[in-house]
């Protein structure tokens, strides 16, 4: 089994920062793709960021210049850095990993559980 675990959510100020963290751990031959989305109450999940295995990153253009994507291969860790917090970036966090099990088997996405951030104004 695999197993994604987020910390690092919470309540901040507007203006204020927060450092989101997710484990990756379990039988994993290789971890590609490690990224962020969120979901407000009542909207769609979204993509704030992710970065590839290479460490090439793509941000949502909401969070383009406050949020820094970051990991940590020897610990399959993703970070996310977000700075500068507005009201509107108040949602839950998911961690997603795209990986492989096994030398031959297909890739797989992953989710954690989820982090909740709320930006009070």
């Known amino acids: 089994q695999v197993q994604l675990v987020e910390s690092g959510g919470g309540l901040v100020q507007a203006g204020g920062s927060l450092r989101l963290s997710c484990a990756a751990s379990g039988t994993i031959f290789s971890l590609n793709n490690m990224g962020w989305y969120r979901q407000a109450l009542g909207k769609q999940r979204e993509l704030v960021a992710i970065?590839?295995?290479?460490?090439?990153?793509n941000y949502a253009d909401s969070v383009k210049g406050r949020f820094t994507i970051s990991r940590d291969n020897a610990k399959n860790t993703v970070y996310l850095q977000l700075n500068a917090l507005k009201p509107e970036d108040t949602a839950v966090y998911f961690c997603?990993?795209?990986?492989?099990?096994?030398?031959?088997?297909?890739?797989?996405?992953?989710w954690g559980q989820g982090t909740q951030v709320t930006v009070s104004s």
């Open positions: 970065i590839t295995n290479g460490g090439s990153t």
């Open positions: 997603n990993a795209r990986l492989r099990r096994t030398i031959r088997g297909p890739e797989y996405d992953y």
